[in-house]
């Protein structure tokens, strides 16, 4: 079956400091993929669509400058969360689409997610 | 969207059928139903989909009323590994092949020995 890959699976940064995610599809090429942020106890909350080759388009709220996000590749994405506080201390995942999904009915596929700590 | 409700919790007994509702009344005539699961600190992990007709995989059934407007998903011999967070999405339509999955706050599925 499709596999997505994140890596790292857990980080601990200092604030200020910037954080890479990496979002692979290892078996399949990933034309679209998704980033979500998921707190303790709460549901996941879309950040962003990012589309091979384009500018990822942004969900309302969630600042673009300070989540980065590259899709510069079929097989990955990165989301790069810069001068990190905090309060960005979360439980990051990614999701792809295939290129061969042509139906929207296509399920998702996940990451297995990153924890960020920010000290 | 349409929207899902979901109770926030469930208890099953281990090797005894769970059985997960959902209510989508708002639910549109073209619009898919999603389960996902989601294990502790793990992303989430695609179940079943189905449009209007019941549908069974090797994780589960899916049964979906005839006005689906309410959709019911069936472990059939649950295990404590089926303890989980369990979403129902209907999925949002977008322009062009993109779309994005909008979780709720699913149910908590608790197998108990």
């Known amino acids: 079956g499709a596999v997505v890959s994140q890596h790292p699976s857990w980080v601990i940064c200092k604030s200020g400091t910037s954080v890479k995610i990496e979002c692979r599809s290892l078996d399949f090429q990933a034309t679209t993929m998704f980033w979500y942020r998921q707190f303790p106890k709460q549901s996941l909350m879309l950040m962003a669509t990012?589309?091979?080759?384009?500018?990822?388009?942004?969900e309302q709220g969630v600042e673009k400058d300070k989540f980065l996000i590259n899709h510069a590749s079929l097989t990955l994405s990165t989301l790069t969360v810069t001068s990190a506080h905090p309060e960005d201390s979360s439980f990051y995942i990614c999701?792809?689409?295939?290129?061969?999904?042509?139906?929207?009915?296509?399920?998702?596929?996940f990451g297995n997610g990153t924890r960020l700590t920010v000290t | 969207d349409a929207k899902t409700t979901q109770p926030p919790s469930m208890d099953c007994a281990e090797g005894r059928a769970a059985n997960l509702p959902c209510n989508h009344s708002t639910i549109s005539g073209n619009e898919y139903v999603y389960w996902y699961r989601q294990i502790h600190s793990q992303g989430p992990q695609y179940i079943i989909h189905?449009?209007?007709n019941n549908e069974t995989n090797e994780m589960a059934s899916l049964i979906i009323t005839e006005d689906r407007k309410s959709s019911t998903l069936i472990l059939p011999h649950a295990t404590l590994r089926d303890t989980a967070v369990y979403y129902c999405?209907?999925?949002?339509?977008?322009?062009?092949?993109?779309?994005?999955?909008?979780f709720g706050k699913g149910t908590l599925l608790t197998v108990n020995p």
């Open positions: 999701s792809a689409r295939g290129r061969d999904s042509s139906s929207y009915n296509s399920p998702l596929h």
């Open positions: 189905g449009l209007k």
């Open positions: 990012s589309n091979e080759g384009s500018k990822a388009t942004y």
């Open positions: 999405i209907v999925r949002a339509r977008e322009g062009g092949s993109n779309y994005k999955l909008t």
